[in-house]
């Protein structure tokens, strides 16, 4: 798993909270952490695709490196429900445990069978998916930055 930093970027941030509102539901301000930076983490396979994310922002790495390692523990248990993007056609899917959502897909899927089948695949991945050993930082210029993960109580400034 990887973990990002968003620094006050409005607009990624916007996008990322409002892929969830719209696989989830819900108002957007419970995917928010309070304050301005957040971090998030996403699942990738080994050439960096996304293919699962965390639903909300953390205002720590120490918080999203719990819920990563949080999810990974309750994959097992996951249920799939796939979602249809009204507007477009297309497909994407949520993963519960007992009505609490735990991760969603990291992008959109035009077939109900891809959507599954890269569900099921990412689901299953949860558990042996190592933390990685480094944080991207998404700056507001639009220059980013990788640097080595130290867990901290509070978001890192760069």
């Given at each position: ?13 916007a996008m990322w909270f409002g892929h969830a509102r719209q696989i989830v539901g819900g108002n957007a ?130």
């Amino acid at each position: 798993m990887v973990f990002t930093l968003f620094d006050e970027v409005a607009v990624k941030s916007a996008m990322w909270f409002g892929h969830a509102r719209q696989i989830v539901g819900g108002n957007a301000d419970e995917f928010y952490p309070p304050g301005g930076a957040f971090i998030v983490w996403q699942l990738v396979t080994a050439n960096s695709r996304p293919v699962a994310r965390s639903i909300a922002g953390f205002a720590s790495l120490d918080l999203a490196i719990s819920d990563a390692r949080r999810v990974a523990s309750l994959a097992s248990q996951a249920t799939i429900s796939l979602v249809l993007d009204q507007p477009n056609g297309l497909r994407g899917w949520v993963a519960t445990v007992d009505d609490d959502a735990i991760t969603t897909c990291a992008r959109w899927y035009v077939s109900d069978r891809d959507c599954r089948n890269a569900a099921e695949l990412a689901v299953a991945s949860l558990p042996a998916a190592p933390l990685a050993p480094t944080m991207h930082i998404v700056r507001a210029s639009g220059r980013t930055v990788s640097r080595p993960m130290v867990p901290r109580t509070e978001v890192p400034s760069a």
